[in-house]
């Protein structure tokens, strides 16, 4: 796969297959296109002018660039959460709520999924009725990771979903993440800069530069929980 957009080419020759139920860590420098390639697995590019894309990007066999594939049913199988939230000017009950009222669940599995996501990612039931606006980086983090963790997708794409916090909140928000993908089977890919966060949290590790991929190995020092 190659990715431009306009004249630059900004993903060069991708050529790789991510297993399922694993946790696969991206790194690499800044602008090497770690961000890119994510955004790519749920064709949020697709918002990009001038964005083209070259060769497959296959989700069990399916082509999500031209085999008729449903971009608002692509989302909900790959859900993404962006390195800087943005909540909705709702409580934060709402915010989570906002991906399963969509999908057109009833209120009582909209209801049950919300309170098992945000249980997983730590944020109390007396906090799901404040508005996100009161919440420190770190919790506005948490809430777009429950958010998507309602819609139960297939794959779970968080861009730095730690940046920004001190050693503790990191560590604490990575285990979150990781129960949950021990907990469900769910396919993890995120992207960090802390080998030491890596070597702890994820079974692969694919090290961008440049546009391409430069290193894609297991990760050996990983031990399940």
């Not at 070259?54 to 449903?70: A, C, E, H, N, Q």
């Not at 959460?81 to 943005?86: D, G, I, L, S």
Request: hydrophobic share 40%; proline share 5%.
């Amino acid at each position: 796969m190659d990715l431009y957009y306009g004249s630059f080419h900004a993903l060069k020759n991708i050529n790789i297959d991510i297993p399922e139920k694993e946790i696969t860590a991206f790194i690499g420098p800044s602008g090497c296109g770690k961000s890119t390639f994510l955004k790519s697995l749920n064709r949020m590019n697709d918002l990009v002018e001038g964005c083209r894309i070259s060769g497959d990007i296959k989700l069990d066999g399916v082509d999500i660039y031209k085999d008729k594939m449903d971009v608002n049913v692509l989302r909900k199988r790959v859900g993404m959460v962006f390195q800087k939230p943005n909540p909705f000017p709702m409580s934060i009950y709402d915010n989570i709520a906002y991906g399963p009222r969509n999908m057109g669940l009833d209120e009582a599995e909209v209801q049950r999924r919300v309170r098992e996501a945000a249980a997983f990612v730590g944020l109390s039931d007396e906090l799901l009725e404040k508005s996100p606006f009161e919440l420190s980086g770190g919790q506005k983090r948490r809430v777009a990771i429950a958010g998507v963790m309602a819609m139960h997708p297939r794959v779970l794409v968080l861009d730095e979903p730690a940046a920004g916090l001190d050693p503790e909140g990191r560590d604490t928000i990575l285990s979150q993440i990781r129960d949950y993908h021990e907990k469900t089977g769910i396919t993890v890919l995120l992207v960090s800069h802390s080998m030491e966060d890596i070597a702890k949290y994820a079974n692969r590790v694919l090290v961008m530069h440049r546009a391409k991929i430069a290193m894609y190995d297991t990760c050996l020092l990983y031990t399940s929980p």
